[in-house]
């Protein structure tokens, strides 16, 4: 299925997405990789507001090389979303509702995915030229110490993605490897 | 004898020059793995990932911009002919400043990290790059930069395998490493082995099997059967363009090999994800 979807994701569009859904995503995302979300994570914690607002986010799991003159954003595809595995089941529990990255999640993931209503999306790895072409702003939103693990907030206009994990507990990177593996 | 000198702005911008290229132009043999595969693969989403790693290639020539974020870990390797003279102090310094300069006018990502554990603060320049140097008979110098991801670089693996263990032994554990990494080192990927050697011998094998043209085989006919049997075992295990499933998880495998010790069967496999960037120059 192609479908076009806009942000902030609401639990009703997110019931309506399939594991294999091609789906085009238009309007604000958040970017975050690892040192941002080990920040984020100390201000949950500890109870402080996060400096954006979480509920029915998406985060894109990115860190772009930086603006030639004159551009938005330079190259901007994502990176594994395995090393937030860490931290994403507690930011879903806070309202966080999608998350772009690459490759799997691990099981708790999955679970707070179900469990909360959330969603996540594949973009494809090495077409970080490709995709930049559909960021149309992009603003630094907390952490510029951090160079490109800073957080931007990005405005995407029909950023092409797959559903990976969806809240019936379907998988697309375990379906696809059973579809198409050949056993000795 | 006659010697030929080389300055240390001649490096530099040689270096400098291999990134900016390295970075924003995929190699041939590379672009033309993906039209091939493209033909052979089976999965729709498959097909539709390669078919963006090649509109990708062509934005990124066109534009001179980066192929991927990840613009890696700024890995030299040089081979210095003894019959060449350096008019600078130091290699490394040179290597270190064309770096500097290509990710800076490049635009490039500066990916590295003072410290792996403490510190973890941004060098702000991509530097220190990693250099191999290596002196060689001749009057030339080769240089290849070969910016590597850091993606698939934490999927790769080394195993110091026994004797006893065998080519069935080195079978399973490159099938298991790349079944481990799945979709997260952004296959195709090009799978680079090294087999024999030291620990670290090994490792810089794996490393150098992935400069190596595709579609080039080993020399010796067991280790280019080897290989070929291994690019096939690995196409069955059905992970796919990006781990969506499909009948290309890998563009190429290539094997280098060492002597080793009576005691010893090292393995090392260094994964490369489709961003498979490096470029030479002679001097």
């Given at each position: 299925?192609?479908?076009?979807?806009?942000?902030?994701?609401?639990?009703?569009?997110?019931?309506?997405?399939?594991?294999?859904?091609?789906?085009?995503?238009?309007?604000?995302?958040?970017?975050?990789?690892?040192?941002?979300?080990?920040?984020?994570?100390?201000?949950?914690?500890?109870?402080?507001?996060?400096?954006?607002?979480?509920?029915?986010?998406?985060?894109?799991?990115?860190?772009?090389?930086?603006?030639?003159?004159?551009?938005?954003?330079?190259?901007?595809?994502?990176?594994?979303?395995?090393?937030?595995?860490?931290?994403?089941?507690?930011?879903?529990?806070?309202?966080?509702?999608?998350?772009?990255?690459?490759?799997?999640?691990?099981?708790?993931?999955?679970?707070?995915?179900?469990?909360?209503?959330?969603?996540?999306?594949?973009?494809?790895?090495?077409?970080?030229?490709?995709?930049?072409?559909?960021?149309?702003?992009?603003?630094?939103?907390?952490?510029?110490?951090?160079?490109?693990?800073?957080?931007?907030?990005?405005?995407?206009?029909?950023?092409?993605?797959?559903?990976?994990?969806?809240?019936?507990?379907?998988?697309?990177?375990?379906?696809?490897?059973?579809?198409?593996?050949?056993?000795? | 004898?006659?010697?030929?000198?080389?300055?240390?702005?001649?490096?530099?911008?040689?270096?400098?020059?291999?990134?900016?290229?390295?970075?924003?132009?995929?190699?041939?043999?590379?672009?033309?793995?993906?039209?091939?595969?493209?033909?052979?693969?089976?999965?729709?989403?498959?097909?539709?990932?390669?078919?963006?790693?090649?509109?990708?290639?062509?934005?990124?020539?066109?534009?001179?911009?980066?192929?991927?974020?990840?613009?890696?870990?700024?890995?030299?390797?040089?081979?210095?002919?003894?019959?060449?003279?350096?008019?600078?102090?130091?290699?490394?310094?040179?290597?270190?400043?064309?770096?500097?300069?290509?990710?800076?006018?490049?635009?490039?990502?500066?990916?590295?990290?003072?410290?792996?554990?403490?510190?973890?603060?941004?060098?702000?320049?991509?530097?220190?790059?990693?250099?191999?140097?290596?002196?060689?008979?001749?009057?030339?110098?080769?240089?290849?930069?070969?910016?590597?991801?850091?993606?698939?670089?934490?999927?790769?693996?080394?195993?110091?395998?026994?004797?006893?263990?065998?080519?069935?032994?080195?079978?399973?554990?490159?099938?298991?490493?790349?079944?481990?990494?799945?979709?997260?080192?952004?296959?195709?990927?090009?799978?680079?082995?090294?087999i024999g050697?030291?620990?670290?011998?090994?490792?810089?094998?794996?490393?150098?099997?992935?400069?190596?043209?595709?579609?080039?085989r080993n020399s010796d006919h067991r280790y280019a059967e080897l290989e070929?049997?291994?690019?096939?075992?690995?196409?069955?295990?059905?992970?796919?363009?990006?781990?969506?499933?499909?009948?290309?998880?890998?563009?190429?495998?290539?094997i280098e090999y060492y002597?080793?010790?009576?005691?010893?069967?090292?393995?090392?496999?260094?994964?490369?994800?489709?961003?498979?960037?490096?470029?030479?120059?002679?001097?």
């Amino acid at each position: 299925m192609n479908k076009i979807i806009t942000t902030p994701l609401t639990e009703e569009l997110i019931s309506s997405l399939n594991a294999g859904d091609i789906v085009h995503i238009t309007g604000y995302i958040y970017t975050a990789r690892d040192a941002a979300h080990k920040r984020l994570l100390e201000l949950i914690k500890n109870n402080q507001p996060l400096p954006f607002d979480i509920q029915g986010a998406v985060i894109y799991y990115v860190g772009p090389t930086p603006p030639k003159p004159g551009k938005v954003i330079g190259s901007a595809g994502p990176t594994t979303s395995s090393r937030m595995d860490i931290y994403a089941p507690l930011m879903i529990e806070k309202g966080l509702k999608g998350m772009i990255g690459k490759g799997g999640r691990s099981a708790a993931v999955k679970e707070a995915i179900q469990k909360h209503k959330a969603i996540y999306f594949i973009a494809t790895g090495g077409a970080g030229a490709l995709l930049s072409k559909h960021i149309k702003s992009a603003e630094i939103v907390a952490y510029e110490d951090l160079g490109p693990e800073a957080i931007r907030r990005l405005y995407v206009e029909n950023f092409p993605v797959i559903v990976a994990n969806d809240i019936y507990g379907k998988d697309i990177l375990e379906e696809g490897k059973k579809k198409y593996k050949i056993s000795p | 004898m006659f010697k030929k000198l080389l300055t240390i702005e001649q490096i530099i911008n040689t270096v400098k020059e291999l990134f900016l290229e390295a970075v924003t132009v995929l190699p041939e043999d590379v672009c033309n793995a993906f039209e091939s595969s493209l033909k052979v693969e089976e999965s729709p989403m498959g097909r539709s990932v390669i078919q963006q790693l090649l509109n990708n290639k062509d934005i990124s020539k066109s534009e001179g911009l980066a192929l991927c974020q990840d613009t890696g870990f700024s890995v030299v390797f040089i081979e210095w002919g003894n019959n060449v003279y350096f008019d600078g102090e130091n290699i490394f310094d040179a290597v270190n400043e064309g770096v500097r300069r290509a990710y800076d006018e490049g635009y490039f990502r500066k990916s590295i990290v003072n410290d792996p554990v403490f510190d973890r603060k941004n060098t702000g320049d991509n530097t220190p790059c990693i250099l191999h140097f290596e002196m060689v008979k001749g009057d030339k110098v080769k240089i290849i930069a070969a910016p590597k991801g850091g993606g698939s670089e934490n999927m790769s693996a080394i195993r110091m395998l026994k004797p006893a263990e065998g080519l069935d032994g080195i079978k399973a554990f490159v099938l298991e490493t790349v079944e481990k990494a799945g979709g997260n080192p952004c296959p195709p990927i090009i799978v680079g082995i090294g087999i024999g050697g030291t620990f670290e011998k090994c490792a810089m094998l794996s490393k150098k099997a992935l400069l190596r043209k595709l579609g080039v085989r080993n020399s010796d006919h067991r280790y280019a059967e080897l290989e070929k049997e291994l690019l096939l075992e690995i196409n069955k295990l059905g992970i796919g363009p990006m781990g969506l499933g499909g009948r290309i998880t890998a563009l190429e495998v290539n094997i280098e090999y060492y002597p080793c010790h009576i005691a010893s069967m090292p393995v090392a496999v260094n994964i490369q994800c489709n961003s498979a960037r490096h470029k030479e120059a002679i001097l």
